[in-house]
């Protein structure tokens, strides 16, 4: 969507074939991203009924935070963090909506990957619409402990494209992406737009509370790499 908006607003682009694969590419973007945007809510209403808070992360949420639409942001998955306790309770009830584990995983194995932070991943069996289950923002081998739980408490209702669901004040989600970013050693471009656009678009924010928050959580290296590879990038 970047791409496409971008040439097709600046005269001088590459050329009209350029121009019509990218459109092309970004009427699929748009027409995925509202299937995905629709699932997330079906799955948030469920999961609320059946007592169970989800707060999205990066997706829809995201590009609603970042960019003023959940369509001009292309994601893949559906992320929901979820307290520890009710993890068991989200794949179960997820599976009764027709999804099942990426991975066979025993009962043990199952315990042992909620325990160390591990995302539960599953896969809609007719649609193929893949959502992972989280309860920490990255598994506690990386040697950061970001839970749910510590984030819940900072959420609030807020718009996320047709409707209202969970999402974090902009200085933590910029901390969260430093720290998703940093686990993946930066490899998208993406995500340095998704922070310009996350620091653009919120100029009447505390950033100060970004450091805060990350020298509570022991991460305000990761946001420091963070910002300073945005910094020289843009």
Known sequence: PLVYRGLSTVAGHPGQELLT????????????????ERELFRLLAKLESGGIPALPFKGPALGQMAYGDT???????????IERANIAGARDLLVAEGYEPVHALTARELAFQIRNGWDIC????????????GSTLVP????????????FPLAARGPCGPGDALVLPPPVVLVCLCVHAGK????????????????????DHDWAEAGEFARRHGVSRLLASGLDLFSRTW
């Open 184 to 203: 993946h050693l930066w490899q998208r471009l993406g995500w340095l737009c998704d922070i310009a656009a996350l620091l653009t678009r919120h100029t």
């Open 140 to 151: 506690y081998p990386y040697a950061v402990d970001i839970a749910a739980s510590d984030l």
């Open 21 to 36: 694969a990218c459109a092309t590419t970004f009427f699929e973007v748009v027409a995925r991203n509202i299937v995905l």
């Open 122 to 133: 599953l896969r809609h069996k007719e649609t193929g619409i893949p959502v992972e289950l």
């Open 71 to 81: 369509l001009q942001r292309q994601y893949d998955d559906l992320d929901l963090l």
